[in-house]
């Protein structure tokens, strides 16, 4: 993997990283430069997005090269960052791809690509996830549910 491709943007602040990437900004308290590229470089070989091109209706559904640095950097950046907030131990495991928030991302970015709630969208973000699009489905009902509870 050529690193600089990566397009990261780190900055020393106050002895804590600013790590800017994909238009986002986050703060990585009490952490050096280099393990937090350690750390980056473990959870990107982690990472399990399925990126292969998804065939439906005779149309090849799929994100563009920069489209998937930016998605699995928000996601890696977002359990980097969660991790060194709270001060705890850097595990980035295969199952944080089926946690809701990695979920959402995947969908926003599938959105963004084919429509908000879009079967294409849907598709996508199932597929990516290694899922199927009916436990998927079920998965968006429920978040929505959740956060429609008030």
Do not use: C
Request: without cysteine; hydrophobic residues 45%; aromatic residues 14%.
């Amino acid at each position: 993997m050529n690193w600089e491709a990566h397009n990261l943007q780190i900055t020393e602040e106050n002895g804590d990283l600013r790590v800017l990437a994909g238009g986002q900004s986050y703060l990585m308290k009490r952490i050096n430069r280099e393990a937090f590229l350690k750390q980056y470089r473990e959870a990107w070989d982690r990472a399990r997005l399925n990126f292969v091109p998804l065939l439906a209706d005779s149309e090849a559904l799929e994100f563009t090269p920069p489209e998937r640095l930016r998605l699995r950097q928000r996601i890696i950046l977002h359990w980097l960052y969660a991790y060194n907030a709270n001060s705890r131990r850097f595990r980035f495991l295969w199952w944080r791809m089926g946690d809701s928030q990695t979920r959402w991302e995947v969908l926003k970015a599938a959105e963004a690509r084919y429509g908000s709630k879009s079967e294409r969208a849907i598709a996508l973000a199932a597929h990516t996830l290694n899922m199927s699009a009916r436990k998927f489905g079920a998965w968006m009902k429920r978040y929505e549910e959740f956060v429609n509870r008030w």
